[in-house]
């Protein structure tokens, strides 16, 4: 009998198990006070400002890995992740590991703060992104537009290289968030 797995194209099955693992792997980190929607997610979930008619919201991407989707990324609009109202993006704090790690180039330590370039490129992926799917691309279309879109923008090298550390990074200083060096 011939190995049907081994000739498949279609890589859909394989990421199902990885995606299972996954939260399998991250149950014991699920947060018992965790507050999606309510006053309590301001812990994890910062507001940066408005922009095109979205709100841009910097995250702890672990946080919303852990308790509400593994698969959540550099960041992420609401047509690709269900928890992500509509009008918002929300753009990860750091590089990550998960589901075997962002792979970006540059990186010099573990779960390393994304640079203001970075955070900005992104933020410009998931619009465009977000606007092409809103138009009825499907997402496989609509993220290579996106990546394009960056190269356009210019502000990294590439959409996957990170700027040179040590660089600002994003706190929270007297209820704002400032890029501090
Ligand atoms: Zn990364």
């Not at 990324?73 to 590089?95: F, K």
């Not at 606007?131 to 279309?141: H, S, V």
């Not at 879109?149 to 290289?161: I, S, W």
Request: glycine share 8%.
């Amino acid at each position: 009998m011939p190995d049907a797995r081994k000739n498949m194209t279609d890589r859909r099955l394989f990421f199902w198990m990885d995606f299972e693992d996954e939260i399998q792997k991250r149950a014991p980190k699920k947060d018992p006070n965790f507050d999606l929607n309510g006053p309590g997610n301001k812990r994890w979930k910062k507001f940066i400002r408005e922009e095109d008619g979205f709100k841009i919201f910097a995250v702890s991407g672990e946080t919303v890995r852990n308790n509400v989707d593994v698969t959540f990324g550099h960041g992420g609009h609401g047509l690709v992740h269900v928890c992500i109202p509509l009008d918002e993006i929300w753009i990860d704090m750091r590089h990550y590991f998960c589901l075997d790690g962002c792979d970006c180039d540059n990186l010099k330590r573990k779960n390393q703060p994304v640079s203001k370039e970075f955070f900005e490129s992104t933020t410009i992926h998931e619009t465009t992104e977000f606007l092409e799917m809103k138009n009825g691309r499907r997402f496989n279309e609509s993220d290579p537009i996106a990546r394009q879109a960056e190269r356009g923008a210019g502000l990294l090298v590439d959409p996957t290289t990170e700027i040179d550390w040590p660089y600002p990074v994003l706190k929270e200083v007297g209820g704002k968030m400032i890029w501090v060096a």
